[in-house]
């Protein structure tokens, strides 16, 4: 089993940056990517970016640009660096790991004058 622990959400005005944090820990030999995705209200789930073990980085149209996917190794953790925010990016943000699947509880990010 993997435990996922995300961190950093919040509220922050249109055009201002949010970081994010996710920490694996347990069974954390078997992984070999990780991501985030969201959740906005009335939406389904989304990827947002995704990184695997070799470095290899996706990201989803909405967010290239803006945000970044980042790891540490050593840590077994991730991270979202969001910059330029826009309310349209406001949402649940969830910590995945694969294979097989995990999640984390999820984070909220609220862009809001």
């Known amino acids: 089993q993997v435990q996922l622990r995300e961190s950093g959400g919040g509220l922050v005005q249109p055009g201002g940056s949010l970081r994010l944090s996710c920490a694996a820990s347990?069974?954390?030999?078997?992984?070999?990517?990780m991501g985030w995705y969201r959740q906005g209200p009335g939406k389904q789930r989304e990827l947002v970016a995704e990184?695997?073990?070799?470095?290899?980085?996706n990201y989803a149209d909405s967010v290239k640009g803006r945000f970044t996917i980042s790891r540490d190794s050593a840590k077994i953790a991730i991270y979202l660096q969001m910059d330029s925010l826009k309310p349209e990016d406001t949402a649940v943000y969830y910590c995945?790991?694969?294979?097989?699947?995990?999640w984390g509880q999820g984070t909220q990010v609220t862009v809001s004058s």
């Open positions: 995945n790991a694969k294979p097989p699947l995990y």
């Open positions: 347990g069974s954390t030999l078997s992984i070999r990517s």
């Open positions: 990184i695997t073990s070799g470095g290899f980085t």
